[in-house]
């Protein structure tokens, strides 16, 4: 006789657990403190099993023989539902634990000894920030390309479209760590291609032709710290990062070989970096020298000199001078690359000399073994060069126009 739900509702416990049959193997097991779970009985490879199927009432009678049917539909197609359930569960388990939050911790992790520090944090904090609020709690082999979508909408609506295609780039970068550690099966940020808005892109600066003279003459007569100007002048002399430069420390400077070598650990792409010193930027780093020299730090804080500078010192002075949105200290690196790119046959100067003076590593295998000496001869003629160019067009001689390049990074 099948069961019903009143005769399930009202079933009363006893001394001993008992079975109130409702056919097909399915029954409610009533134990004596009144709990009340659905099993099946079932023969599978000639043994008798028994498989839960639920608690009463979170399981109703209708939902407990939906169940009963479909463990017997497995049964029938020569599958132990037993078995079926426990492979479920681990496979629920570890997409549980293989969140797309998780997933991508362990691959900023993994990428950290090819990062700087704050590069590591930037890209850590641009997923807290942007990506994990939304897709975090998700299974990483769940998430799909229109969910994905849903993401970099949000950020586009506070109208940072630079950093939605940011987050889309580290996203991808996410999935395919996880395809190959066997955690998804597809990337859907590679679906996304051409979906979101293009931002204008701004750059780095937007100094009007013939303003870099100006510029290079205003920072010679900076009314700031002589630290400061000398600052100004070596990152146009070098043309490195900012960070490079105010981090630097007085060991890493060599004046008998002038050459100022940059360690791996403080370098973007976690590779020493070797800038042969003009003899401009020689007599810079030697005007330094006699505020700083007896410092760790060539740029020390002025609040404690133990460690560097404020990386924000170069953005701030340019902002006194009246640069404000129109220069940065990256700039000069745009500046540089633009310049050196358009004299390089008339200077005889290699396009990978300037890639590597940039510090640009190439992501073909070939090129893989980076050598930071690489074009060294080359390298040196070309960074003096650069500063006699920089001389010329302080006297007004020439005009360079800054035209940014957004793959000087």
């Known amino acids: 006789m099948k069961l019903n739900d009143v005769a399930v509702r009202k079933a009363k416990p006893e001394a001993n657990p008992r079975k109130l049959s409702d056919g097909g193997g399915l029954y409610v097991l009533i134990h004596p403190n009144g709990g009340k779970y659905w099993q099946l009985a079932y023969r599978f490879a000639g043994k008798q099993k028994t498989l839960a199927l639920g608690i009463y009432p979170?399981?109703?009678?209708?939902?407990?023989?939906?169940?009963?049917?479909?463990?017997?539909?497995?049964?029938?197609?020569?599958?132990?539902?037993s078995a079926a359930k426990q492979t479920k569960k681990r496979q629920d388990k570890i997409m549980a634990a293989n969140t797309f939050e998780s997933v991508a911790r362990e691959w900023v992790e993994n990428r950290a000894n090819d990062w700087t520090a704050g590069h590591k944090a930037l890209t850590l904090r641009t997923l807290e920030q942007d990506a994990f609020p939304s897709l975090g709690h998700r299974p990483i082999a769940e998430i799909t390309p229109a969910e994905l979508l849903g993401t970099m909408r949000i950020i586009e609506k506070r109208g940072a479209l630079e950093i939605a295609s940011r987050v889309l780039q580290r996203s991808?970068?996410?999935?395919?760590?996880?395809?190959?550690?066997?955690?998804?099966?597809?990337?859907?940020?590679?679906?996304?291609?051409?979906?979101?808005?293009?931002?204008q892109h701004s750059h780095y600066t937007t100094i009007e032709k013939g303003g870099f003279p100006q510029l290079l003459r205003d920072i010679d007569s900076y009314q700031g710290s002589p630290l400061t100007t000398c600052a100004l002048q070596l990152i146009a002399l070098t043309f490195t990062r900012t960070s490079e430069l105010i981090e630097a420390e007085w060991k890493e400077i060599d004046f008998?070989?002038?050459?100022?070598?940059?360690?791996?650990?403080?370098?973007?792409?976690?590779?020493?970096?070797?800038?042969?010193?003009?003899?401009?930027?020689?007599?810079?780093?030697?005007?330094?020298?006699?505020?700083?020299?007896?410092?760790?730090?060539?740029?020390?804080?002025?609040?404690?000199p133990t460690k560097p500078a404020s990386k924000?010192?170069?953005?701030?002075?340019?902002?006194?001078?009246?640069?404000?949105?129109?220069?940065?200290?990256?700039?000069?690196?745009?500046?540089a690359s633009t310049a050196l790119n358009e004299h390089k046959t008339k200077w005889g100067i290699h396009r990978d000399a300037i890639e590597v003076q940039l510090a640009h590593v190439e992501k073909n295998a070939s090129r893989a073994a980076y050598n930071f000496a690489e074009y060294l001869d080359e390298r040196r003629a070309?960074?003096?060069?650069?500063?006699?160019?920089?001389?010329?067009?302080?006297?007004?001689?020439?005009?360079?126009?800054l035209r940014a390049n957004s793959s000087t990074r």
């Not at 010192?313 to 500046?335: D, Q």
């Open 58 to 81: 979170d399981v109703s009678l209708s939902a407990a023989r939906k169940r009963r049917d479909d463990a017997r539909e497995l049964i029938a197609d020569g599958i132990d539902p």
């Open 172 to 199: 991808g970068a996410v999935f395919r760590y996880a395809i190959a550690t066997d955690r998804c099966k597809s990337n859907p940020a590679t679906e996304l291609r051409g979906a979101l808005k293009s931002p």
């Open 256 to 304: 008998d070989r002038a050459e100022w070598l940059i360690p791996a650990e403080r370098m973007k792409m976690r590779r020493p970096h070797l800038v042969p010193l003009s003899a401009q930027a020689v007599a810079a780093f030697r005007e330094v020298a006699k505020l700083s020299g007896d410092r760790r730090y060539v740029f020390p804080n002025r609040n404690d």
């Open 312 to 335: 924000a010192v170069i953005l701030r002075a340019l902002g006194r001078m009246g640069y404000t949105g129109k220069m940065t200290g990256h700039g000069f690196r745009s500046a």
């Open 382 to 401: 070309m960074m003096q060069q650069w500063a006699d160019h920089l001389d010329t067009l302080k006297t007004g001689a020439q005009v360079i126009p």
